[in-house]
């Protein structure tokens, strides 16, 4: 499933991410297509298992997942636009950004458990492209 996911299914998760209770209207008015779209891609995720549900937070609950790291990349030569799209396709990852120095692209990975996480990272290490990570957990947020 995870490959098969587009632009618009990443913006549709990120947006509810952000709020799941958003009307189909509205989820519709922000990505620009209409109702239908959204909810059959809503469907679509839900029944691929990617989607899980939707649910409530409590402010004693605020959703700070377990495991939070920034990897730094090195991509190969000019291969910059194929591995941001692959690393945009994977729902773990929540932020992608270039910069500057030795490294050429900084992920933020947010996942629950430390077995998920080696996965995504596995699943990052492979994609074609990317010559060298280096990756730095999150321990505490101070601000």
Do not use: C
Not at 15 to 43: E, H
Not at 60 to 75: G, K, N
Not at 86 to 102: C, F
């Amino acid at each position: 499933m995870l490959d098969t996911l587009d632009d618009l299914d990443h913006r549709l998760i990120a947006l509810l991410r952000d709020d799941g209770r958003l009307p189909t209207a509205t989820l519709a008015k922000k990505l620009s297509v209409s109702r239908g779209t959204v909810q059959n891609r809503i469907d679509r995720l839900l029944r691929s298992g990617l989607l899980l549900g939707f649910t409530i937070r409590l402010r004693s609950e605020v959703e700070i997942p377990a495991v939070r790291a920034m990897t730094l990349v090195e991509v190969r030569g000019n291969e910059t636009d194929a591995v941001v799209g692959a690393l945009r396709r994977l729902p773990e990852v929540v932020e992608v950004h270039s910069t500057s120095g030795r490294w050429d692209l900084m992920v933020e990975i947010r996942v629950q458990d430390l077995s998920t996480f080696d996965r995504v990272l596995r699943d990052l290490r492979s994609i074609k492209g990317i010559t060298n990570s280096e990756t730095n957990l999150m321990l505490a947020h101070y601000k």
